[in-house]
């Protein structure tokens, strides 16, 4: 475990006794005051339009008028973009800026809040932030999710608002030129897929066609719920879940994983799964569907609908829709991707900030209706207008050929601070298509709970540095390798079973149960 020599600032008792901040008292302070803050996220390493922090964010003028609090970057690690690199750079320091904030927080704050590196929330919040307050009230639950295992929360975090992500799509044009059905379970879809490959539905006269694919090579092992495996128990991947019976372990020592990727790594040999869907990166929805070669996909909803405008021009009759999750081979229709309710990603007030009351009343300010606005759409009469009660964007921001989400981390909405997401933002720019299709999955119960993570102590948390990245390691190495025919799973399972004891598994299953257990009883 990494070490981290910071001594607790003592805090005035003034100053945590102030008056409560009501959603109407504008400015917080009377005079500016300057708040240092490190945020470093996948979209930006520096609090600025794409990191340029000599250009402040439209949101962050806005917020400066409206509160008087002005955040000045001092961001560590702006050369890279990991940010785990990041945070070890700024916490190696000992001298942590007023607030740190960005992409994945939640367990080094868990872990060092503890030992005095940043400011416990509870009592902040209940006396200073009733808007903050409230939210934790209309959740419930979702407090204890981000609580450290002393039983105070650290962070403000991200709260990611609707229900779905990703789903199923599949060339609907490709199936009615060649008289096939949307498969309605795994051995249809098996059939569909072998169509795909077989019967020339782009019509080129080549057997060029890729039947499935993915951006994120992840999403192969999406494949594995239709043998009624589990491939993460959250929206992040190869994540841990919680069984039926209330443990928490991991799906890749599963005997469910076994079989499964035994089919996943059929399909692959058949040349039913794309051959490069290691390889072939980010760049494969756009070119094999801009090449009309591909067929099916396990993507987000709101970006892969909008391919039906983009390529009617160039390829015609072009028709790539979502479709129901086929079943299983044990008949179970299941969505295992959806939106956590709450990210590790958002931020603290560390132990040099000498206004926590101010900073906790900042925050709050994010969660009022006018700062949860300016969080989401960013500056109305900029961006987007009140019309009929509804924050609308303009004409200029949905047509504009940039996607409106790139647009908005260039004003300073939807970055990774701390604020209840609104998805009136992303339903504006989701095609009709995946109207329909979102719709149509609220038509079935195919969404699975989602394990919201635990917070270590000091002995747990060595235990889990220990010995899981290793194991974690070893898992994605084996599955690559018997995805791409190295190695049989079922005839390699009792080593590699044997092998994970070897490296701890039970080891870190065991402190995540007692995590777990602690945390939600």
Same mark, same amino acid.
């Given at each position: 475990?990494?070490?981290?020599?910071?001594?607790?600032?003592?805090?005035?008792?003034?100053?945590?006794?102030?008056?409560?901040?009501?959603?109407?008292?504008?400015?917080?302070?009377?005079?500016?005051?300057?708040?240092?803050?490190?945020?470093?996220?996948?979209?930006?390493?520096?609090?600025?339009?794409?990191?340029?922090?000599?250009?402040?964010?439209?949101?962050?003028?806005?917020?400066?008028?409206?509160?008087?609090?002005?955040?000045?970057?001092?961001?560590?690690?702006?050369?890279?973009?990991?940010?785990?690199?990041?945070?070890?750079?700024?916490?190696?320091?000992?001298?942590?800026?007023?607030?740190?904030?960005?992409?994945?927080?939640?367990?080094?704050?868990?872990?060092?809040?503890?030992?005095?590196?940043?400011?416990?929330?509870?009592?902040?919040?209940?006396?200073?932030?009733?808007?903050?307050?409230?939210?934790?009230?209309?959740?419930?639950?979702?407090?204890?999710?981000?609580?450290?295992?002393?039983? @105070?929360?650290?962070?403000?975090?991200?709260?990611?608002?609707?229900?779905?992500?990703?789903?199923?799509?599949?060339?609907?044009?490709?199936?009615?030129?060649?008289?096939?059905?949307?498969?309605?379970?795994?051995?249809?879809?098996?059939?569909?897929?072998?169509?795909?490959?077989?019967?020339?539905?782009?019509?080129?006269?080549?057997?060029?066609?890729?039947?499935?694919?993915?951006?994120?090579?992840?999403?192969?092992?999406?494949?594995?719920?239709?043998?009624?495996?589990?491939?993460?128990?959250?929206?992040?991947?190869?994540?841990?879940?919680?069984?039926?019976?209330?443990?928490?372990?991991?799906?890749?020592?599963?005997?469910?994983?076994?079989?499964?990727?035994?089919?996943?790594?059929?399909?692959?040999?058949?040349?039913?799964?794309?051959?490069?869907?290691?390889?072939?990166?980010?760049?494969?929805?756009?070119?094999?569907?801009?090449?009309?070669?591909?067929?099916?996909?396990?993507?987000?909803?709101?970006?892969?609908?909008?391919?039906?405008?983009?390529?009617?021009?160039?390829?015609?009759?072009?028709?790539?829709?979502?479709?129901?999750?086929?079943?299983?081979?044990?008949?179970?229709?299941?969505?295992?991707?959806?939106?956590?309710?709450?990210?590790?990603?958002?931020?603290?007030?560390?132990?040099?900030?000498?206004?926590?009351?101010?900073?906790?009343?900042?925050?709050?300010?994010?969660?009022?209706?006018?700062?949860?606005?300016?969080?989401?759409?960013?500056?109305?009469?900029?961006?987007?207008?009140?019309?009929?009660?509804?924050?609308?964007?303009?004409?200029?921001?949905?047509?504009?050929?940039?996607?409106? @989400?790139?647009?908005?981390?260039?004003?300073?909405?939807?970055?990774?601070?701390?604020?209840?997401?609104?998805?009136?933002?992303?339903?504006?720019?989701?095609?009709?298509?995946?109207?329909?299709?979102?719709?149509?999955?609220?038509?079935?119960?195919?969404?699975?709970?989602?394990?919201?993570?635990?917070?270590?102590?000091?002995?747990?948390?060595?235990?889990?540095?220990?010995?899981?990245?290793?194991?974690?390691?070893?898992?994605?190495?084996?599955?690559?390798?018997?995805?791409?025919?190295?190695?049989?799973?079922?005839?390699?399972?009792?080593?590699?079973?044997?092998?994970?004891?070897?490296?701890?598994?039970?080891?870190?299953?065991?402190?995540?149960?007692?995590?777990?257990?602690?945390?939600?009883?």
């Amino acid at each position: 475990m990494r070490n981290l020599s910071i001594t607790l600032a003592i805090l005035g008792t003034t100053a945590m006794t102030a008056p409560a901040f009501a959603e109407s008292h504008l400015p917080i302070v009377d005079k500016p005051l300057e708040l240092t803050i490190h945020m470093h996220w996948p979209r930006a390493q520096g609090y600025g339009p794409g990191g340029d922090t000599n250009t402040l964010y439209p949101v962050e003028e806005v917020t400066r008028e409206r509160t008087n609090i002005y955040l000045v970057d001092k961001t560590s690690g702006r050369n890279t973009k990991d940010n785990n690199e990041a945070m070890n750079l700024l916490l190696a320091t000992g001298n942590l800026p007023d607030i740190v904030g960005g992409n994945r927080i939640q367990q080094p704050v868990n872990q060092y809040g503890p030992e005095g590196a940043f400011v416990p929330l509870n009592d902040l919040v209940d006396e200073h932030a009733p808007n903050i307050k409230k939210f934790w009230e209309d959740h419930p639950g979702l407090k204890a999710a981000i609580s450290a295992y002393d039983g @105070n929360y650290y962070y403000i975090p991200y709260l990611p608002d609707g229900k779905y992500g990703r789903a199923w799509f599949i060339r609907q044009d490709w199936l009615d030129k060649l008289g096939l059905k949307q498969p309605d379970n795994v051995d249809e879809l098996y059939e569909v897929l072998v169509a795909f490959r077989d019967q020339d539905p782009n019509g080129n006269g080549r057997k060029d066609e890729v039947p499935y694919f993915a951006r994120d090579w992840e999403e192969v092992l999406r494949l594995m719920t239709l043998w009624d495996a589990r491939t993460s128990g959250s929206d992040t991947y190869h994540d841990f879940y919680v069984t039926p019976e209330g443990k928490v372990a991991h799906p890749y020592a599963q005997e469910a994983y076994r079989d499964a990727m035994a089919n996943v790594a059929k399909w692959y040999a058949e040349g039913l799964i794309d051959a490069e869907i290691f390889t072939r990166g980010s760049s494969s929805r756009d070119y094999l569907l801009g090449e009309n070669l591909g067929g099916l996909t396990h993507d987000w909803f709101a970006s892969t609908s909008g391919y039906n405008a983009a390529l009617a021009d160039k390829v015609p009759g072009f028709n790539f829709i979502p479709f129901l999750p086929p079943k299983s081979a044990g008949g179970v229709r299941m969505e295992e991707h959806r939106r956590i309710p709450i990210k590790p990603d958002g931020w603290a007030i560390s132990y040099s900030n000498e206004h926590p009351v101010e900073t906790i009343k900042y925050f709050d300010y994010f969660f009022s209706e006018e700062g949860a606005l300016l969080a989401n759409f960013g500056v109305e009469g900029k961006t987007w207008d009140m019309i009929d009660g509804q924050p609308v964007y303009k004409k200029e921001v949905l047509e504009s050929g940039t996607p409106v @989400n790139s647009q908005m981390y260039l004003e300073g909405a939807q970055i990774y601070r701390g604020y209840p997401q609104d998805y009136r933002y992303e339903w504006q720019w989701t095609a009709e298509e995946a109207r329909k299709g979102i719709d149509l999955y609220d038509s079935e119960d195919l969404l699975v709970d989602q394990f919201l993570g635990v917070a270590f102590n000091r002995d747990e948390q060595e235990v889990y540095d220990k010995y899981w990245p290793s194991i974690q390691t070893y898992m994605l190495e084996r599955q690559q390798a018997w995805i791409l025919g190295s190695g049989d799973i079922k005839a390699d399972w009792d080593d590699y079973i044997a092998t994970l004891e070897k490296m701890g598994y039970s080891k870190v299953i065991e402190v995540m149960n007692s995590a777990y257990t602690r945390q939600y009883g």
